[in-house]
Structures are given as C-alpha cells and as structure tokens.
Nanobody, 124 residues
Framework: QVQLVESGGGLVQTGGSLRLSCTASVRTFSSYAVGWFRQAPGKERDFVAAISQRGYTTYDADSVKGQFTISRDNAKNTVYLQMNNLKPEDTAVYYC?????????????????WGQGTQVTVSS
C-alpha cells in the first residue's frame, strides 16, 4: 500500500508562485510513476503533469506548459510541482497519484494510489 501526502498549497496572489510536494510512504518509490491532477469546484479532475520512475521523462498538460514544472527526488520519496505565474483559473484542489511502472499517464483511472489533495487558491 502506498500512502501519498500532498503539501504546499495555500492562498497566493495572481502572478505568485507555489511549490507543491507529494511525499510517499513506500520503500520502493522509484518503482512508481507519479502524476499531478487538479479539480476545481463543479469540474472534473484534470491532468496537470506526470513524471516517470526516475524522472527522465515528464509530461505536461497544454494548459500549464511553461508555467508548471514537475520534478522528483527519490532519495526523499517526494515529487514536486513548481507553479509559477499563477492565475485565478489555477485555483483548485491539487492531487498527486502514483502508479507502478515506468511512465506516467494523463488518465485518472490509470493510477492506483491517490493523496488527499491540497487546496491552491489564487486571488485576482
């Protein structure tokens, strides 16, 4: 069983930055690809970014290209999402998810484990 805990969310003004962390409680964290998703009120959970087991491959949603960066530190069992130039439309609950295997995925149903989410609110 993999437990994921997100942190780093909060309230920020438009144009500000936040770095989210997703820390896993599993010995073999490097065996898992990880993705970040977000869900705004009344909307579906959307893909944001994903990273392969060792961080060699990353994928970003078109909506966050050049704005968000995903990275990982397997020695710390942690995946990060650096979010810059934040906009009100980035307001959502952000979730990390993990799946066994090399590559991440854009699809919610391809992940086996989920964190509880962290709220990001961007004020205008």
């Amino acid at each position: 069983q993999v437990q994921l805990v997100e942190s780093g969310g909060g309230l920020v003004q438009t144009g500000g930055s936040l770095r989210l962390s997703c820390t896993a409680s599993v010995r073999t964290f490097s065996s898992y690809a990880v993705g970040w998703f977000r869900q705004a009120p009344g909307k579906e959970r959307d893909f944001v970014a994903a990273i392969s087991q060792r961080g060699y491959t990353t994928y970003d949603a078109d909506s966050v290209k050049g704005q968000f960066t995903i990275s990982r530190d397997n020695a710390k069992n942690t995946v990060y999402l650096q979010m810059n130039n934040l906009k009100p439309e980035d307001t959502a609950v952000y979730y990390c998810a993990a799946r066994m295997g090399y590559s991440g995925s854009r699809y919610v149903n391809e992940y086996d484990y989920w964190g509880q989410g962290t709220q990001v609110t961007v004020s205008s």
